[in-house]
């Protein structure tokens, strides 16, 4: 009977990815009559550049949401990085090998401690998070208020550098993305995030350390923000207290979109690439065809309402 469920589990699953695939052939086709500057390699360059730091950010949110949790803070996070390592390579230029480290670890410290204090507090990841975010978000300001800072040529340049005409960040993306996808299906310790977003007391009795699985997903999900605010800061130059604001939101929508249901414990990082692709894709039409920035928000809430409502009809049935 057990075999059976996760068989129906594993094509429900694989529907979702069918249904974007699906959507973002439509988005094609229709890019492709609606602008004739949508179908050009130059233009799929650039949306490659683009989904970078959204996928990076989207990957996180991945491991955090498979627990059935969530992490309001990674968009704080990333400005605060930008900012961070702007500052830190503008007073010295020469300490890049330092300055990125430096940034991935306290990235990743602030992830686990919002792991760490939906345990110790327990308080819904939501408000943990939420509060998080408050903290980052009001201490950067005080530290710097406007954008600023400054990255080495190096940085820079591999920002916009290409590999056969696709930006070597989008490859990067991908294998980071492959490794993930790897990492969850094949590893012990990747394969028990989905246990304990499945439920949570069954792995706890099953002896798997549940706080620990929690805390790790949440350091993740910091550590891909960190990621994200290295490829954001070299493409954008300087640190901007700012710059990671909407990037909360925008985490959510492919997660869910691609089939990963916030309760827990089911989805993966393919559906998560393909909506970032199809999230990124759809701005970019929206962008071609003049559509106001405000109508793009409204769209992406309504996306986000529309997919879990789906997730949840599918979950009852």
């Keep these: ?22 959507l973002l052939i439509l988005l094609v086709v229709a890019g ?30 991945t491991f955090v949401v498979l627990l059935g949790g969530i992490d309001l803070a990674v968009g ?6 930008t900012v961070f390592i702007a500052h830190f390579l503008e007073w010295r230029p020469d300490l890049l090998w330092l300055a990125l480290p430096l940034a991935l670890i306290a990235a990743t410290a602030i992830g686990a401690l919002n792991g760490l204090l939906t345990i110790v507090l327990r308080v819904h990841p939501l408000i943990v998070t939420l509060g998080m975010s408050s903290i980052i978000f009001g201490g950067t300001l005080m530290y710097n208020k406007e954008p600023g800072g400054s990255v080495p040529r190096g940085l820079a340049d591999f920002s916009y550098a290409k590999l056969w005409g696709i930006p ?14 790897l990492w969850l299906q094949r590893s012990r310790s990747g394969r028990s995030i989905y246990f304990v977003g499945g439920d949570r007391e069954a792995a706890r ?51 869910v979109v691609g089939g ?8 993966g990082v393919l559906g998560t690439l393909l909506g970032v692709l199809l999230v990124t894709m759809l701005n970019n039409l929206l962008n071609f065809l003049n559509v106001s920035s405000y109508y793009q928000w409204v769209i992406q ?17």
């Design 168 to 181: 070597v960040t989008a490859i990067v993306l991908v294998a980071v993305f492959a490794l993930a996808g």
């Design 205 to 255: 009795l099953n002896g798997l350390p549940v706080n620990r699985i929690v805390v790790m997903a949440y350091a993740l999900s910091g550590l891909c923000a960190g990621l994200a605010a290295i490829f954001l800061t070299a493409r954008t130059g300087v640190g901007d207290p700012r710059i990671g604001a909407a990037l909360t939101l925008q985490s959510i929508t492919p997660v």
């Design 1 to 22: 009977m057990s075999a059976v469920v996760a068989e129906f589990r594993r094509n429900r699953l694989s529907l979702s990815y069918v249904i974007v695939v699906a």
């Design 32 to 61: 492709g009559f609606l602008s004739d500057r949508f179908l050009t390699w130059r233009n799929f360059g650039n949306l490659f550049q683009q989904l970078v730091v959204l996928g990076m950010v989207s990957l996180g949110q």
């Design 301 to 317: 809430g309504l996306i986000i309402i529309i997919a879990v409502s789906i997730h949840t009809t599918r979950r009852r049935q």
């Design 76 to 81: 704080s996070l990333v400005s605060a990085s």
């Design 260 to 267: 990963t249901i916030l309760a827990g414990g089911r989805g």
